[in-house]
């Protein structure tokens, strides 16, 4: 019972750590962490563990536990919300602006908010159309721009 429940854990691990799309290369994993497995007794694994399986967002799919599809769909929420409400970024020193659309600047600073980068000290929401933001102290703009659209690849700044 013991391997067992090392197994388990070890497949949870595996299953954060590394993209894997199959069974096949979980077994591989699992052999170089010393587990001899069959495929009848993995899948029982992932079955136990409540595994799933979700689009990696290109071509495939990739094996996921519970709890990370709904932090991925609200990752992608979030990325949604700013992308929907943002006009244009500017930036000097370590403030930025974010012009949004009439009515957007809450949801786009929660947006922010919400990614929890490091170089963002605080937001704030203007009335109805502006994101203020401060940065950390030696965090300029380009290095807070640079961040965000490693987040938002989709962001055309």
Known sequence: MKERLTRLKT???L???YRIESQE???GYLSR???AVTQA?????LKLL????ISDGHNGYVYTLPGDEERQESEQSVVQDFLRG???????GNMVVVKTYSGH????AGAIDSMNLEEVLGTISGRDNCVFICLRQGVSGEDFLDTLKLKIPELDE
């Not at 409540?50 to 399986?53: D, F, P």
């Not at 943002?86 to 000097?92: A, G, N, W």
């Not at 600047?105 to 786009?108: A, E, G, I, M, Y």
């Open 33 to 35: 962490e010393g587990f």
């Open 41 to 45: 007794t993995l899948s029982r694994d």
């Open 86 to 92: 943002y006009i244009s970024i500017e930036y000097s």
């Open 105 to 108: 600047s809450d949801v786009v």
């Open 50 to 53: 409540k595994v799933g399986k």
């Open 15 to 17: 299953i954060k750590t």
């Open 11 to 13: 497949i949870r691990k």
């Open 25 to 27: 290369a979980l077994l």
